[in-house]
């Protein structure tokens, strides 16, 4: 009765999500593999949220590299990362 299965995914299972989330956007996972996270993204708000963010990261670390991005943009940016990651792991 207690039961909070159909409430979504758990924290656990985010935080492992995060690490293959990171894979996919690298395009370093298995097709296979990107059809599960693609399906977990559909049905999960925050890791759908964490995966817009490492993109932008993605694209702005890539844009650095030709331009200089501005710095205070990219410090933003690691400190939203590092706060989300903090939160997943310590919930
Ligand atoms: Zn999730």
Known sequence: MASTHDHGPTNEECADFLERIMRLID????????????????????????????????????????????????????VRIQEIQVRITET
């Open 27 to 78: 395009n370093e996972l298995e097709e296979g593999d990107c059809a599960v996270v693609r399906a977990h993204i559909d049905t999960c708000n925050p890791c759908l949220e964490r995966y817009d963010l490492q993109r932008t990261v993605k694209a702005l670390v890539a844009r650095s590299c030709s331009e200089k991005a501005p710095v205070e943009l990219r410090d933003r940016v690691r």
